[in-house]
């Protein structure tokens, strides 16, 4: 058995392990749609999906182990017949080394563990760590990570479907988009299995397309995870439920169906340098998710790997760690500065004798005028991750930008390029439960038309560019989840 890369993984909660975890708080229903998914009639629901492989609790090292195992046998068993893989998640436990070779025995094609196994299994492996504690050096082909938001308008600023903006008048959304551009920076060529559930919500049922969305978008994938009550309503053909599964499977085959976007580079003319790891991530972390929130396209570059390329393309380098950098780092950094980069940094490692000015009262920065660029510091240093990533998108400024949104404050967009077909892509997630309307986006280039792409459609239509200068602006059609536009013969 080995690991496949075109897994598209969804938990499949069933049998007496998942029925213990609930408790005595499980309803007769609960109970009931428990029992049923361990069935392999239950199966049929994932019939014309693009959905391949089922996360199922396998062995949490205590007394309903075997009986978990001896229910999933006869779903595991048509499951196989129909294409279908399983993972099963094996805890650390008594009898661990038995649940092992009973998942091999019972066709599972590999585990889920939450740390390595000091002994060789027989079976592939799939680590999965919490987000904010990943070991980026210890990662599998497939890993897995946990602690994750909801992706979408932060429930307490909802009222039913409506969104209430905050003091600024924005909405404030949650997404995963920014560990999954970190993800893919500290762990390249590995795939990434987003583990999160839903809020146990069900007014909020219709986003579940969303959440592929915002994995699939910036290039991971999502394990998908229905509520109790969501999974009870398939089960009685709820016309709801089923709408709200087909818009999801609607949106998988959609990003299944253009696979060769996750080859394509993030674009970004800022870089954010860090290492990411220890005292420095919750700084980078949060920065890196400010940043995406506010829409600013960014590049992430590893400490280590500053001094491995030049920095082309770039207009802006921000660079969080309190760490100085080395000599080759400061060298490099400098030339870029005296070509005219703008570095924003924790403190001045520029030349002696440079006196600085005030930005602007508003942005409280030293700037230093060097070469060509500039170094701006911050009085007091990064203390805010909030406040460093507003003034980095004031420092960089919007002059710069590659690419815009306009209307409604509930999208954003990814842009990336592949540069051998100098194709520009920008996909668009709408991460409101409203459609929404009258959405422009703005790109640096001058292209004539767009090919727009949308879920549930087999070929895309092309798009008519309006200037907007100096560059293109292009009215999309109503978003209800995502889209994306792709531009070519463009600079990349």
């Not at 998942?103 to 079976?123: C, E, F, K, T």
């Not at 990570?145 to 008048?169: F, Q």
């Amino acid at each position: 058995m080995s690991i496949d890369a075109n897994w598209i993984p969804m938990k499949w909660p069933c049998g007496p392990l998942d029925l213990s975890r609930r408790g005595n708080s499980a309803s007769p229903e609960v109970k009931e749609t428990l029992a049923a998914w361990a069935k392999p009639a239950a199966l049929d629901l994932l019939k014309g999906t693009p959905i391949n492989c089922l996360v199922m609790e396998w062995a949490a090292g205590g007394p309903d182990d075997s009986a978990q195992q001896q229910a999933l046998k006869p779903l595991i068993e048509a499951g196989r017949q129909m294409g279908i893989s399983f993972v099963g998640k094996v805890s650390a436990g008594t009898g661990f080394e038995a649940s092992i070779e009973s998942a091999r025995g019972a066709g599972i094609s590999a585990v889920i563990l939450d740390q390595h196994p000091q002994l060789s299994l027989g079976l592939p492996v799939i680590l999965q760590f919490r987000g904010d504690q990943m070991a980026w050096e210890a990662v599998t082909p497939i890993f897995s990570s946990t602690g994750h938001d909801w992706p979408g308008l932060k429930l307490d600023t909802m009222h039913g479907d409506t969104a209430v903006a905050g003091p600024t008048g924005v909405p404030w959304v949650n997404s995963n988009a920014w560990f999954s551009l970190l993800a893919a920076k500290l762990a390249p060529g590995k795939i990434r299995w987003l583990d999160f559930d839903p809020p146990d919500d069900p007014k909020h049922a219709a986003t579940y397309a969303m959440a592929v969305a915002d994995s699939e978008a910036y290039g991971s994938r999502w394990i998908i995870s229905l509520t109790d009550e969501f999974r009870t309503a398939l089960l009685k053909a709820n016309p709801q439920a089923v709408a709200s599964w087909s818009e999801t499977c609607k949106t998988l085959a959609f990003f299944e169906s253009h696979r060769e976007w996750e080859g394509f580079q993030s674009e970004g003319i800022l870089a954010v340098i860090s290492d990411f790891r220890g005292d420095h991530a919750f700084m980078s972390d949060e920065v890196l998710n400010l940043l995406n929130r506010n829409r600013e396209q960014f590049q992430i570059i590893e400490r280590s790997e500053a001094i491995s390329k030049p920095f082309t393309g770039l207009k802006a380098i921000l660079w969080l760690d309190d760490t100085a950098p080395g000599n080759a780092q400061l060298e490099g950094l400098m030339a870029f500065v005296n070509q005219g980069g703008l570095l924003i940094a924790p403190s001045y490692w520029g030349p002696s004798g440079v006196t600085p000015k005030k930005r602007a009262p508003a942005i409280d920065y030293e700037m230093y005028n060097v070469g060509k660029g500039q170094i701006g510091v911050p009085v007091d240093g990064f203390v805010n991750p909030y406040q460093v990533a507003i003034d980095v998108h004031l420092l960089a400024s919007r002059r710069n930008d590659l690419v815009r949104l306009f209307n409604p404050a509930t999208t954003n967009c990814h842009a990336s390029s592949d540069p051998v077909r100098k194709a520009q892509l920008v996909q668009i997630v709408n991460y409101s439960p409203q459609p929404a309307e009258f959405v422009s986006l703005w790109v640096r280039n001058t292209p004539r038309a767009g090919q727009l792409w949308n879920p549930g459609k087999k070929d895309a239509v092309s798009i008519p560019g309006v200037p907007g200068a100096p560059g293109t602006e292009f009215h999309l059609p109503t978003i209800a989840v995502t889209c994306a536009v792709e531009i070519e013969g463009v600079n990349t």
